[in-house]
Nanobody, 124 residues
Framework: QVQLVESGGGLVQAGGSLRLSCAASGGTFSDYSMSWFRQAPEKEREFVGGISRSGGTSRYADSVKGRFTSSRDNAKNTVYLQMNSLKPEDTAVYYC?????????????????WGQGTQVTVSS
């Protein structure tokens, strides 16, 4: 199965943007639908957004719709999360996750593989 490594997190002011990347290795990337989850301190891990294995379909949490966009480059084995108009409440550790299958699921338990996470901090 694939291994995942996230990058691109950091500190940004409210209203700013960041782009997260998740590089996959060791498997057939195009077999996997890919999603992003986040976990803030003392909160449960929550679905942020995801993209189908073909890249043709995306889903987003209501809290990020219109601000975040997920994309993938199957030739580079990489998925991205473009985050615009960031808010302090977006502060969390962001995780990339993969599941074998065509469609995006919003439950963390549906995902087989996880990255190590990258910290995103949005200051007010």
């Amino acid at each position: 199965q694939v291994q995942l490594v996230e990058s691109g997190g950091g500190l940004v002011q409210a209203g700013g943007s960041l782009r997260l990347s998740c590089a996959a290795s060791g498997g057939t990337f195009s077999d996997y639908s890919m999603s992003w989850f986040r976990q803030a301190p003392e909160k449960e891990r929550e679905f942020v957004g995801g993209i189908s294995r073909s890249g043709g379909t995306s889903r987003y949490a209501d809290s990020v719709k219109g601000r975040f966009t997920s994309s993938r480059d199957n030739a580079k084995n990489t998925v991205y999360l473009q985050m615009n108009s960031l808010k302090p409440e977006d502060t969390a550790v962001y995780y990339c996750a993969a599941r074998v299958g065509a469609l995006v699921r919003t439950s963390a338990s549906d995902y087989d593989v996880w990255g190590q996470g990258t910290q995103v901090t949005v200051s007010s």
